[in-house]
């Protein structure tokens, strides 16, 4: 098949969506598929490396971070695109990820050339989107718009049973294959040479519905007892100034660090290196169902998570924890995680116990496995369309 991936951002940026359609373009042509990515042009200074997969770019405007976020920046990505996507040779199967926006642009053209498309629902982005402004105008615009880009699919894909309820509320009808997520065990593993230190890494972005400045006021307690740690974020998000208040506000701000994503061999070295990843999820937010996705490459790595908020990453967690030292689930709490960090700050994972956590990874959740599933729907979709 031809196969052509829809996507603003691609490998080589650090995210998790890189690293999957990265995954599923490999997998893709191991089974002998040709695939077209259509993207974003990279910021400066950022290297493109050679792939199987034929990979096109477009320029786009990019945030003050260098992101491909937010509105002018996605229109700067869709509008070319409807043209990029109408002239291309047809491909026998589109496989797009969100924005909602993209997937407007997806459905219009493919309907109007007779393409099948398999719309990669990690999450849904209005109700994200519900925690980031205050306009029902912008929310009711937004959600029709991501509705109609899901119901013109003809599969779709999601890693949780959670985010298939939320599309079925959007009126979606279509097939939908939880097919989970995984991590890059080809780029995350542990490192017995590197030392674990004093630190804790929160990885990812750090937006209002994560609520990550509670980490940060647990750190402050946990700093009283256990003075020379360091909080470090990786990473971008719209709540920086906000965590910054907070470290201040804590007495921390001297042991609290931000850096700028990095991809995955960068992040590596700081997972080897930490005590414990951290990961949370502010409660009642509408988006109780998400699963922070980021725990699987820390596992992978032979880091512990700690994780803080409702949904499916903490039984998660308490189910890993019978095979291995994964970590800690608990609530929303500062107190919590305080506590939390201050148990395997005193009782940290050992070299072997690390090792085990990244095979045992490696083995239940490795994100070719991922990828593999996927690619059984693209194909489904495709074959589907042969047969009418």
Sequence with gaps: MLVTIVSRIYRPEPSAASLFLGAVADELTSRGNRVVVLTARLPKRMETPRYTEVVRTFPVVRDRQGYVRGYIPYLSFDIPLTFRLLFMRRPDVVFMEPPPTTGVVVRVVCALRRIPYVYDAADVWSDAADQATN??????????????????????????????????????????????????TSAFAPDPSVPVRRLFVYAGSYSPWHGAEALVDAFGIFAREHPGYTLRFIGNGSEREVIEARAREAGVADAVEFFAAVPAKELLPHLNQAVASLATLRPDTGYDYAFTTKAYSSLAAGCPVIFAGPGPTA??????????RAGIACEYNVTQIAIAMAQLADSPLSSDERDAVGRWTAMEHSLAAV??????????????????
Excluded at 372 to 382: F, L, P, Q, Y
């Design 135 to 184: 306009s029902t105008l912008v929310i009711r615009v937004l959600r029709a718009m991501e509705g109609f880009g899901m119901r013109g699919a003809a599969r779709l894909v999601t890693i949780s049973q959670g985010v298939v309820t939320r599309a079925r509320a959007l009126g979606v009808s279509r097939s939908i294959d939880v097919t989970g997520f995984g991590a890059d």
């Design 315 to 324: 039984p998660f967690l308490r189910e890993a924890n019978r095979h291995v």
């Design 371 to 388: 990828a593999g599933r996927v690619v059984d729907s693209i194909e489904a979709a495709a074959a589907r369309s042969e047969g009418d």
